[in-house]
């Protein structure tokens, strides 16, 4: 149980154009979504935090207008990179957890997605 | 600010051999403490998640301790095989909101 899948696992794009990067909960309801990018040998950083049917919370640093969170049901969170620049090159992470588990404090990973902006 | 501190040198020991991975934290006063294993490329996998009232945890061959007073907690790994091999990332976490803070990792490297 407990599965979080991403789409796509890599993804190269020109810069300027934008990308869309899918989570989704395949057995369990996601009540809060978690975004974070990770740079090489470095650690997570968490970007924002999505609760189902509301606005992402954002990190400070991050642009909320960059970086686009949509959390429109229980089991999927969109996150797009918009105008996407060759900085934007990361792997992309999200993770996500349930409220209504009583383990809100159990976060699930997804396997990451590459993103390569030329 | 708050601060997370994970021994950046990979930690290369024999097969067999416990590996003992450290994690301090500064100006924080989390409610529990993770453990993940993350391999290459790939999204970081729960192992194991210790919390400020409980000195130890254990679970099969890994075992955690937490010291709040020293702001200090080491994962031990015992009878360690090649398969151990991976990162390892120590994450806070604090109140309901769920939010982790992630130390660096430290690469372990078990050799046969």
């Known amino acids: 149980g407990a599965v979080v899948s991403q789409h796509p696992s890599w993804v190269i794009c020109k810069s300027g154009t934008s990308v869309k990067i899918e989570c989704r909960s395949l057995d369990f309801q996601a009540t809060t979504m978690f975004w974070y990018r990770q740079f090489p040998k470095q650690s997570l950083m968490l970007m924002a935090t999505s609760n189902e049917g509301s606005k992402a919370t954002y990190e400070q640093g991050v642009e909320k207008d960059k970086f686009l969170i949509n959390h429109a049901s229980l089991t999927l969170s969109t996150l797009t990179v918009t105008s996407a620049h060759p900085e934007d090159s990361s792997f992309y992470i999200c993770?996500?957890?349930?409220?209504?588990?009583?383990?809100?404090?159990?976060?699930?990973f997804g396997p990451g997605t590459r993103l390569t902006v030329l | 600010s708050q601060k997370i501190e994970q021994n950046s040198e990979a930690l290369n020991i024999q097969e067999g051999k416990t590996a003992t991975l450290t994690c301090n934290y500064t100006?924080?006063?989390?409610?529990?403490l993770q453990w993940y294993r993350q391999d290459p490329g790939r999204g970081p996998v729960f192992l194991l998640l210790?919390?400020?009232?409980?000195k130890e945890k254990r679970k099969e061959r890994l075992k955690v301790t937490f010291d709040t007073t020293l702001k200090q907690s080491l994962f031990h790994i015992t009878a360690s095989q090649p398969a151990d091999s991976a990162t390892y990332l120590c994450?806070?976490?604090?109140?309901?909101?769920?939010?982790?803070?992630f130390g660096q990792g430290t690469t372990l490297q078990v050799k046969p």
């Open positions: 993770s996500a957890s349930s409220s209504t588990s009583g383990r809100a404090y159990l976060q699930f």
């Open positions: 994450a806070l976490g604090s109140g309901n909101t769920g939010k982790l803070i």
């Open positions: 210790i919390r400020e009232n409980e």
């Open positions: 100006n924080y006063s989390p409610a529990y």
